[in-house]
T-cell receptor, first 117, second 112 residues
């Protein structure tokens, strides 16, 4: 079955540094990838939708200059949290879709837990 | 804007009980609906996927139904076990926004 690899699974960084999270579709081409954020005891909130070769579409309230998303190939999307602060500490999870309208099935990565000190 | 709501928010039952989790969504133009399980501090485990043309899916002790016209889905868990304790999330994909939107979640505790 389809597999999405997300790396790193855990990262701890100092306030002010930038952190990059990678999301790779291992055995299929993902025309669209979604990035979610989950705070403790809350549901997953969609941050942005990235399409290969074009700019990401951000949800309302998500700062595009802080959460940089790059989808440079059909198998890789990256989320960079720039100048991270403790309030950015969260669980980030990506999912990938094949883009076949009407039959879309999303596959999720295992998530990345970011802790900003 | 698609909104997905789950009721109840939390549920505690004794082992062996059959239970139903509810999910409702406001935009019925969806491709599919999925039920996920999430253990504390972990990622998502996909349980069942129902395409928009389907009415239900079954896997073991789990049965999920979909009534697209009324914007509702239910997840039925038979003979619950302590190992079923987790947060259950439904998510709908499609609609006018062509996104996967998650519900608010139901925290299930099955008491031994």
């Amino acid at each position: 079955g389809a597999v999405v690899s997300q790396h790193p699974s855990r990262v701890i960084c100092k306030s002010g540094t930038s952190v990059k999270i990678e999301c790779r579709s291992l055995d299929f081409q993902a025309t669209t990838m979604f990035w979610y954020r989950q705070f403790p005891k809350q549901s997953l909130m969609l941050m942005a939708t990235s399409n290969e070769g074009s700019k990401a579409t951000y949800e309302q309230g998500v700062e595009k200059d802080k959460f940089l998303i790059n989808h440079a190939s059909l198998t890789l999307s990256t989320l960079t949290v720039t100048s991270a602060h403790p309030e950015d500490s969260s669980f980030y999870i990506c999912s990938a879709a094949t883009g076949m309208a009407g039959a879309n099935v999303l596959t999720f990565g295992a998530g990345s837990r970011l802790t900003v000190l | 804007k698609q909104e997905v709501t789950q009721i109840p928010a939390a549920l505690s039952v004794p082992e062996g009980e059959n239970l139903v989790l509810n999910c409702s969504f406001t935009d019925s133009a969806i491709y599919n609906l999925q039920w996920f399980r999430q253990d504390p501090g972990k990622g998502l485990t996909s349980l069942l996927l129902i395409q928009s043309s389907q009415r239900e899916q079954t896997s073991g002790r789990l049965n999920a139904s979909l009534d697209k016209s009324s914007g509702r889905s239910t997840l039925y868990i038979a003979a619950s076990q302590p190992g079923d304790s987790a947060t259950y999330l439904c998510a709908v994909y499609g609609g006018a926004t062509n996104k996967l939107i998650f519900g608010t979640g139901t925290l299930l505790a099955v008491q031994p």
